[in-house]
């Protein structure tokens, strides 16, 4: 029961904190943050076979890979074993891992997103191309 109504209260929170912050199609700006630039250099390093990346970064990037899924392991293996030494030595070393993983990747992003015309255009802010027909009209009447 208790679990139910924490979850009821986590949803009320979230929608009320939607309501206070507002949508982010609203605000339109320039500045990425720190979750798309994960994103993207995520979608880059699966992009390396096409466009290689630099061998440094990519080896860091992969060794880190392997290691979050080490500790993931290890604490599955904790779990099913009922050890939670283990369990929570494994989360430690997979949440660490995955968190200089997510720096390396805003890296490698941050180094590519010039290299590639499709890169440069993630970022890129639509333009309504209606509105410039409408100015235009009403420069001449």
């Known amino acids: 029961m208790g679990a139910v109504l924490l979850s009821i209260a986590g949803l009320a929170v979230l929608a009320g904190l939607t309501k ?3 949508s982010a199609s609203h605000r339109i700006s320039r500045k990425i943050g720190w979750a798309n630039q994960v994103g993207f250099g995520e979608k880059i390093w699966l ?5 290689p990346v ?3 970064i990519n080896y860091r990037l992969t060794t880190l890979y392997v290691v ?3 500790g993931v ?3 599955a293996l904790g779990s099913l074993s009922a050890m939670p030494i283990l369990s929570v030595t494994g989360l430690a070393v997979a949440y660490a891992a995955q968190l200089v993983w997510f720096g390396k990747l805003i890296e490698l992003y941050r ?3 010039d290299r590639n015309p499709l890169y ?3 970022t890129a802010v639509p333009a309504n191309d209606n ?5 235009t009209r009403r420069r001449r009447n």
């Open 120 to 122: 440069r255009f993630w």
């Open 47 to 51: 992009n390396r076979l096409l466009l």
């Open 73 to 75: 392991l290890v604490a």
């Open 20 to 22: 206070l912050v507002g």
């Open 111 to 113: 180094i590519m997103k």
């Open 131 to 135: 509105l410039r027909e409408v100015r």
């Open 68 to 70: 979050f899924w080490l």
């Open 54 to 56: 630099p061998p440094g």
